[in-house]
């Protein structure tokens, strides 16, 4: 089975920046792709960025130009840099992963890492 750790989170001051580490565990070889999702407190889970098999990569509208998402395969690690950040940027950050290329982006179906958390001060 597949298992995630997210790494990274902490405490920064608005135009900061923070980068997050998906330490990935398992059975990895032929997942389809590690996505990176947020979810703040009484908000809904947003996705925000996915590194597919392939290395093609895709963005959330409010991280574009912000966010960058990348792979070391030697460490079977996936990264986000976070750059710019903003206090609505707050958020519990996950990671996960699935075999179906179809479901990288959808907010449940896949193998979730237990979250590292970002605060964003003004």
């Known amino acids: 089975q597949v298992q995630l750790v997210e790494s990274g989170g902490g ?3 608005a135009g900061g920046s923070l980068r997050l580490s998906c330490a990935v565990y398992g059975y990895s070889d032929t997942t389809a792709c590690i996505s990176w999702f947020r979810q703040a407190p009484g908000k ?3 996705f925000v960025s996915v590194i597919y098999s392939d290395g093609t990569t895709n963005y959330g509208g409010s991280v ?3 966010f960058t998402v990348s792979r070391d395969n ?3 690690t996936v990264y ?4 710019s ?3 609505e940027d707050t958020a519990m950050y996950y990671c996960k992963t699935t075999y ?5 982006g959808h907010i449940i179906i896949g193998y979730w890492g237990q979250g590292t958390q970002v605060t964003v001060s003004s």
């Open 100 to 104: 179906n290329k179809m479901d990288c």
């Open 44 to 46: 809904e889970r947003e």
């Open 74 to 76: 030697d460490k079977n």
């Open 11 to 13: 405490s920064v001051q």
């Open 85 to 87: 950040l903003k206090p």
């Open 64 to 66: 574009k130009g912000r």
């Open 80 to 83: 986000l840099q976070m750059n």
